[in-house]
């Protein structure tokens, strides 16, 4: 007797709500590091650095960062370096936009087009994003973070198998990669697997490059088990207490169905028993 199929598919709506924005983890590794030429004026920046900074700072940021794109709209670190801000502050459809001119002035540029890639999928134009990373991508010089970023892009596309052979060639190429075993871990979190996605989490948040938001996906797989406390632990380590406080508050939306979640988990685990 084939075991019911509504439980399971609840189960991963939910999960794909709560990981959808995670994933962006991988594509958020494409852009460059800012060029050592670059002058003071023009704000250093990184994923890692924006993370650190409260909402005052990303707006302040944000102003300084936009002056200078007015300035130069052309200039490829600063277009991409704006882009990543608007994409933290949320605004995503002025990211792409700003990804669009940069990618008009520099149309051959892998890094510009693994960015683009990034502002399409974040701004749910999905199979766009996937034609423009793999445009950035070269068979025979190929980069890891492109495949973690089409990984998922496909994804949030729902082709989790597909996604999955992607982060294997990442990791192929970058052994132990903190940011690949995360999106590795998203892939099962996104098709209800949650045991085998806690496997990866864990793996990538004990890598010695591991970050706070490598650690944040691991108390959000936690936490979707129904372990809370567990989780709301994970997500105030290393993290000031207005960071912390901010997590632990998107956790908690985040997990404020963990009841139904639960409930739903349990009927799972019995239809499949019954077909054992």
Same mark, same amino acid.
């Given at each position: 007797?084939?075991?019911?199929?509504?439980?399971?598919? *609840?189960?991963?709506?939910?999960?794909?709500?709560?990981?959808?924005?995670?994933?962006?983890? +991988?594509?958020?590794?494409? #852009?460059?590091?800012?060029?050592?030429?670059?002058? @003071? +004026?023009?704000?250093?920046?990184?994923?890692? +650095?924006?993370?650190?900074?409260?909402?005052?700072?990303?707006?302040?940021?944000?102003?300084?960062?936009?002056?200078?794109?007015?300035?130069?709209?052309?200039?490829?670190?600063?277009?991409?370096?704006?882009?990543?801000?608007?994409?933290?502050?949320?605004?995503? +459809?002025?990211?792409?936009?700003?990804?669009?001119?940069?990618?008009?002035?520099?149309? #051959?540029?892998?890094?510009?087009?693994? #960015?683009?890639?990034?502002?399409?999928?974040?701004?749910?134009?999905?199979?766009?994003?996937?034609?423009?990373?793999?445009?950035?991508?070269?068979?025979?010089?190929?980069?890891?973070?492109?495949?973690?970023?089409? @990984?998922?892009?496909?994804?949030?596309?729902? *082709?989790?198998?597909?996604?999955?052979?992607?982060?294997?060639?990442?990791?192929?190429?970058?052994?132990?990669?903190?940011?690949?075993?995360?999106?590795?871990?998203?892939?099962?979190?996104?098709?209800?697997?949650?045991?085998?996605?806690?496997?990866?989490?864990?793996?990538?948040? @004990?890598?010695?490059?591991?970050?706070?938001?490598?650690?944040?996906?691991?108390?959000?797989?936690?936490?979707?088990? @129904?372990?809370?406390?567990?989780?709301?632990?994970? #997500? *105030?380590?290393?993290?000031?207490?207005?960071?912390?406080?901010?997590?632990? %508050?998107?956790?908690?939306?985040?997990?404020?169905?963990?009841?139904?979640?639960?409930?739903?988990?349990?009927?799972?685990?019995?239809?499949? %028993?019954?077909?054992?």
């Amino acid at each position: 007797m084939t075991a019911p199929a509504a439980p399971t598919f *609840r189960k991963t709506c939910f999960a794909r709500t709560a990981a959808i924005a995670l994933l962006a983890i +991988s594509v958020a590794g494409c #852009a460059t590091k800012p060029d050592a030429r670059t002058t @003071g +004026s023009i704000p250093r920046i990184s994923a890692a +650095s924006l993370d650190g900074m409260n909402a005052t700072e990303l707006s302040n940021t944000e102003k300084s960062i936009g002056a200078a794109y007015v300035r130069d709209p052309k200039n490829k670190e600063i277009g991409l370096r704006y882009a990543t801000v608007l994409g933290m502050t949320g605004k995503t +459809s002025q990211a792409l936009a700003v990804m669009q001119q940069v990618a008009i002035a520099h149309p #051959a540029d892998r890094d510009v087009l693994a #960015a683009y890639g990034k502002a399409q999928a974040a701004a749910g134009q999905l199979e766009q994003a996937l034609a423009t990373i793999n445009r950035a991508q070269t068979p025979d010089h190929p980069d890891w973070r492109l495949y973690s970023a089409e @990984g998922a892009v496909l994804d949030q596309l729902g *082709r989790s198998e597909e996604a999955r052979q992607k982060y294997r060639l990442a990791l192929d190429a970058q052994p132990n990669e903190p940011s690949v075993i995360s999106n590795l871990g998203m892939s099962y979190v996104l098709s209800g697997d949650l045991r085998t996605a806690e496997t990866y989490m864990r793996n990538a948040a @004990g890598q010695p490059a591991a970050d706070s938001r490598v650690r944040q996906n691991l108390a959000l797989v936690v936490g979707l088990q @129904g372990r809370f406390a567990e989780a709301e632990e994970i #997500a *105030r380590r290393e993290l000031s207490q207005q960071q912390a406080d901010a997590n632990v %508050t998107y956790l908690r939306a985040m997990l404020s169905q963990r009841s139904s979640w639960a409930k739903l988990a349990d009927k799972d685990g019995k239809a499949k %028993t019954a077909t054992n």
